[in-house]
Protein backbone atom coordinates (compact mmCIF):
# COMPACT_ATOMS: atom_id res chain seq x y z
CA UNK A 1 0.00 0.00 0.00
CA UNK A 2 1.46 3.21 -1.03
CA UNK A 3 0.61 6.16 2.11
CA UNK A 4 1.41 10.05 1.86
CA UNK A 5 2.56 10.43 5.26
CA UNK A 6 4.65 6.93 6.68
CA UNK A 7 7.11 4.73 4.75
CA UNK A 8 6.95 1.13 4.82
CA UNK A 9 9.03 -1.90 4.64
CA UNK A 10 9.35 -5.02 5.21
CA UNK A 11 12.76 -6.88 6.60
CA UNK A 12 13.19 -10.21 7.92
CA UNK A 13 8.90 -10.23 8.63
CA UNK A 14 9.52 -6.86 11.03
CA UNK A 15 7.15 -4.35 9.34
CA UNK A 16 8.33 -1.15 9.80
CA UNK A 17 6.13 2.23 10.00
CA UNK A 18 7.90 5.27 9.87
CA UNK A 19 6.31 8.43 10.14
CA UNK A 20 7.24 10.68 7.66
CA UNK A 21 6.42 14.55 8.17
CA UNK A 22 10.01 15.72 9.12
CA UNK A 23 9.77 19.22 8.61
CA UNK A 24 6.92 18.94 10.99
CA UNK A 25 8.55 16.90 13.46
CA UNK A 26 6.24 14.12 12.58
CA UNK A 27 3.38 15.34 14.34
CA UNK A 28 -0.03 13.85 13.84
CA UNK A 29 -3.11 15.00 12.18
CA UNK A 30 -6.05 13.62 10.25
CA UNK A 31 -4.42 11.87 7.53
CA UNK A 32 -1.61 10.12 9.72
CA UNK A 33 -3.66 8.82 12.24
CA UNK A 34 -5.78 7.30 9.03
CA UNK A 35 -2.61 6.12 7.35
CA UNK A 36 -1.35 4.41 10.75
CA UNK A 37 -4.73 2.43 11.01
CA UNK A 38 -4.42 1.17 7.92
CA UNK A 39 -0.68 0.34 8.54
CA UNK A 40 -1.64 -1.84 11.67
CA UNK A 41 -4.84 -3.13 9.60
CA UNK A 42 -1.82 -4.69 7.63
CA UNK A 43 0.53 -5.92 10.47
CA UNK A 44 -2.99 -8.08 11.70
CA UNK A 45 -3.35 -9.40 8.41
CA UNK A 46 -0.26 -10.10 6.71
CA UNK A 47 1.10 -13.52 7.23
CA UNK A 48 4.22 -12.47 6.47
CA UNK A 49 4.54 -9.54 9.10
CA UNK A 50 5.99 -11.44 12.54
CA UNK A 51 6.34 -7.60 14.40
CA UNK A 52 6.14 -3.95 13.41
CA UNK A 53 8.11 -0.89 14.68
CA UNK A 54 6.99 2.22 14.65
CA UNK A 55 8.91 5.23 14.49
CA UNK A 56 9.39 8.81 13.20
CA UNK A 57 11.19 10.16 10.22
CA UNK A 58 14.83 11.98 10.80
CA UNK A 59 17.13 12.47 13.95
CA UNK A 60 14.81 14.93 16.19
CA UNK A 61 11.19 13.74 16.40
CA UNK A 62 9.58 10.26 16.87
CA UNK A 63 6.34 12.16 16.95
CA UNK A 64 5.89 15.87 18.04
CA UNK A 65 2.30 16.07 19.24
CA UNK A 66 -0.51 16.80 17.47
CA UNK A 67 -0.96 19.39 14.67
CA UNK A 68 -2.75 21.80 16.78
CA UNK A 69 -4.58 23.89 14.40
CA UNK A 70 -6.89 21.22 13.66
CA UNK A 71 -8.02 21.53 17.04
CA UNK A 72 -9.44 25.18 16.44
CA UNK A 73 -12.61 24.01 14.93
CA UNK A 74 -12.80 21.90 18.01
CA UNK A 75 -15.95 21.91 20.15
CA UNK A 76 -17.02 19.59 23.25
CA UNK A 77 -18.86 16.71 21.11
CA UNK A 78 -16.05 16.95 18.58
CA UNK A 79 -13.33 16.87 20.59
CA UNK A 80 -14.75 13.69 22.52
CA UNK A 81 -15.34 12.17 19.04
CA UNK A 82 -11.57 13.08 17.94
CA UNK A 83 -10.02 11.43 20.89
CA UNK A 84 -12.44 7.78 20.95
CA UNK A 85 -11.51 8.06 16.72
CA UNK A 86 -8.16 7.81 17.36
CA UNK A 87 -8.50 5.48 19.96
CA UNK A 88 -9.96 2.85 18.63
CA UNK A 89 -8.47 3.17 15.00
CA UNK A 90 -4.95 3.46 16.12
CA UNK A 91 -3.61 3.49 20.05
CA UNK A 92 -5.78 0.46 21.44
CA UNK A 93 -5.27 -1.13 18.05
CA UNK A 94 -1.72 -1.50 18.75
CA UNK A 95 -1.78 -1.83 22.31
CA UNK A 96 -4.49 -4.84 21.34
CA UNK A 97 -2.24 -6.68 18.30
CA UNK A 98 -1.32 -9.95 18.54
CA UNK A 99 1.91 -9.58 17.22
CA UNK A 100 4.31 -7.60 19.24
CA UNK A 101 4.67 -3.54 18.03
CA UNK A 102 7.60 -2.11 19.37
CA UNK A 103 8.64 2.09 19.51
CA UNK A 104 11.55 2.82 17.82
CA UNK A 105 11.60 6.33 19.88
CA UNK A 106 14.35 8.40 17.85
CA UNK A 107 14.08 12.03 19.02
CA UNK A 108 10.53 14.06 20.37
CA UNK A 109 8.00 12.02 21.72
CA UNK A 110 5.53 14.43 23.05
CA UNK A 111 1.97 14.82 23.01
CA UNK A 112 0.15 12.29 20.86
CA UNK A 113 3.39 11.07 20.25
CA UNK A 114 4.38 9.81 23.86
CA UNK A 115 0.69 8.22 23.73
CA UNK A 116 1.45 6.37 20.56
CA UNK A 117 4.72 5.34 21.73
CA UNK A 118 3.34 4.11 25.23
CA UNK A 119 0.47 1.78 23.24
CA UNK A 120 3.48 0.14 21.60
CA UNK A 121 4.21 -3.10 23.76
CA UNK A 122 7.03 -1.59 24.80
CA UNK A 123 9.58 1.42 23.89
CA UNK A 124 13.13 1.16 22.69
CA UNK A 125 14.68 4.92 22.73
CA UNK A 126 18.09 7.16 21.37
CA UNK A 127 19.70 9.16 24.28
CA UNK A 128 18.54 12.03 22.06
CA UNK A 129 14.81 10.85 23.13
CA UNK A 130 12.40 13.23 25.15
CA UNK A 131 9.24 12.45 26.71
CA UNK A 132 6.30 14.76 27.62
CA UNK A 133 2.65 15.06 27.77
CA UNK A 134 2.52 19.28 27.67
CA UNK A 135 -1.48 18.90 26.87
CA UNK A 136 -1.95 20.99 29.93
CA UNK A 137 0.17 23.70 28.19
CA UNK A 138 -2.77 23.83 25.97
CA UNK A 139 -5.82 23.93 28.14
CA UNK A 140 -5.90 19.96 27.36
CA UNK A 141 -5.57 16.80 29.24
CA UNK A 142 -4.30 13.78 26.92
CA UNK A 143 -6.43 12.15 24.71
CA UNK A 144 -5.05 9.17 23.56
CA UNK A 145 -4.72 7.00 26.79
CA UNK A 146 -2.00 8.73 28.26
CA UNK A 147 -3.47 9.11 31.62
CA UNK A 148 -4.02 5.88 31.62
CA UNK A 149 -1.15 4.17 30.33
CA UNK A 150 1.19 6.27 31.87
CA UNK A 151 -0.22 5.61 35.16
CA UNK A 152 0.42 2.03 34.80
CA UNK A 153 3.78 2.40 33.94
CA UNK A 154 5.15 5.06 36.53
CA UNK A 155 2.71 4.56 39.06
CA UNK A 156 -0.21 7.05 40.03
CA UNK A 157 2.02 9.77 42.02
CA UNK A 158 5.21 10.54 39.14
CA UNK A 159 2.05 10.38 36.50
CA UNK A 160 0.19 13.30 38.15
CA UNK A 161 3.50 15.44 38.17
CA UNK A 162 4.56 14.38 34.87
CA UNK A 163 1.20 15.37 33.42
CA UNK A 164 0.28 18.46 35.36
CA UNK A 165 3.51 20.21 34.96
CA UNK A 166 3.90 19.24 31.30
CA UNK A 167 7.91 19.02 31.49
CA UNK A 168 9.78 17.06 29.17
CA UNK A 169 12.40 13.97 30.48
CA UNK A 170 15.51 12.42 28.52
CA UNK A 171 15.48 9.17 28.17
CA UNK A 172 17.65 8.43 31.00
CA UNK A 173 14.97 9.53 32.59
CA UNK A 174 12.35 7.41 30.95
CA UNK A 175 14.55 4.28 31.69
CA UNK A 176 15.00 5.27 34.99
CA UNK A 177 11.02 5.37 35.29
CA UNK A 178 10.62 2.68 33.29
CA UNK A 179 8.76 4.12 30.33
CA UNK A 180 11.36 3.00 27.79
CA UNK A 181 13.17 -0.50 28.36
CA UNK A 182 16.12 0.62 26.51
CA UNK A 183 18.57 3.30 26.10
CA UNK A 184 20.93 3.03 22.87
CA UNK A 185 22.75 5.72 20.26
CA UNK A 186 20.61 7.06 17.68
CA UNK A 187 22.74 4.73 14.71
CA UNK A 188 21.84 1.57 16.37
CA UNK A 189 18.23 2.43 17.41
CA UNK A 190 16.68 0.85 14.89
CA UNK A 191 19.35 -2.09 15.09
CA UNK A 192 19.14 -2.98 18.50
CA UNK A 193 15.08 -3.06 17.99
CA UNK A 194 15.39 -5.28 15.17
CA UNK A 195 17.65 -7.50 17.25
CA UNK A 196 14.77 -8.07 20.03
CA UNK A 197 12.04 -8.96 17.51
CA UNK A 198 14.10 -11.02 16.14
CA UNK A 199 14.30 -13.35 19.29
CA UNK A 200 11.11 -13.15 19.40
CA UNK A 201 10.38 -14.07 16.54
CA UNK A 202 12.22 -17.47 17.73
CA UNK A 203 9.27 -17.75 19.77
CA UNK A 204 5.65 -19.74 19.61
CA UNK A 205 3.25 -16.81 17.56
CA UNK A 206 0.32 -18.37 19.42
CA UNK A 207 1.82 -17.96 22.67
CA UNK A 208 3.48 -14.29 22.17
CA UNK A 209 -0.29 -13.16 21.43
CA UNK A 210 -1.65 -14.86 24.62
CA UNK A 211 1.26 -13.25 26.53
CA UNK A 212 0.01 -9.71 25.16
CA UNK A 213 -3.47 -10.33 25.37
CA UNK A 214 -3.37 -11.53 29.60
CA UNK A 215 -0.49 -8.65 30.29
CA UNK A 216 -3.03 -6.06 28.70
CA UNK A 217 -5.94 -7.04 31.19
CA UNK A 218 -3.89 -7.18 33.95
CA UNK A 219 -6.04 -5.07 36.32
CA UNK A 220 -7.47 -3.26 33.44
CA UNK A 221 -10.97 -1.92 32.15
CA UNK A 222 -12.22 0.08 29.80
CA UNK A 223 -13.77 2.60 32.40
CA UNK A 224 -10.48 4.83 32.75
CA UNK A 225 -10.13 5.22 28.64
CA UNK A 226 -14.10 6.25 28.51
CA UNK A 227 -13.54 8.94 31.38
CA UNK A 228 -10.10 10.28 29.77
CA UNK A 229 -12.15 10.32 26.34
CA UNK A 230 -15.18 12.37 27.63
CA UNK A 231 -12.87 14.88 29.76
CA UNK A 232 -10.57 15.55 27.06
CA UNK A 233 -14.08 16.16 25.11
CA UNK A 234 -15.06 18.72 27.85
CA UNK A 235 -12.07 20.52 27.40
CA UNK A 236 -13.24 21.87 23.89
CA UNK A 237 -16.37 23.47 25.77
CA UNK A 238 -13.22 26.18 27.58
CA UNK A 239 -11.82 29.32 26.27
CA UNK A 240 -8.25 28.08 27.79
CA UNK A 241 -8.30 25.24 24.78
CA UNK A 242 -8.57 27.77 22.05
CA UNK A 243 -6.44 30.36 23.49
CA UNK A 244 -4.09 27.69 23.88
CA UNK A 245 -4.03 26.56 20.15
CA UNK A 246 -4.12 30.04 19.06
CA UNK A 247 -0.79 30.73 21.11
CA UNK A 248 0.97 28.03 20.21
CA UNK A 249 0.21 28.95 16.38
CA UNK A 250 1.29 32.19 16.83
CA UNK A 251 4.46 31.63 19.13
CA UNK A 252 3.46 32.97 22.14
CA UNK A 253 2.83 32.17 25.59
CA UNK A 254 -1.23 31.77 26.50
CA UNK A 255 -3.24 33.38 28.66
CA UNK A 256 -5.43 31.29 30.35
CA UNK A 257 -8.21 32.59 32.25
CA UNK A 258 -9.55 29.27 33.83
CA UNK A 259 -12.79 29.28 32.03
Known sequence: MTYQTLVTSLENNIFIITINRPEKLNALNKTVIEEISAAIDEVYNNDEIKSAIITGAGEKAFVAGADISEFLTLEKNSGEALAKKGQQAVFDKIENSPKPIVAAVNGFALGGGCELALACHFIIASDNAK???PEVNLGL???????QRLTQLVGRNRAM??????????AKDAEQYGIANKVVSQNKLLDETKEILQTIHTKAPLAIAKVIEVINNFDHTQQGYDFEIKKFGECFATEDVKEGA?????KRKPNFKGR
Open 161 to 170: QFIMTGEMIN
Open 131 to 133: FGQ
Open 246 to 250: NAFLE
Open 141 to 147: IPGYGGT
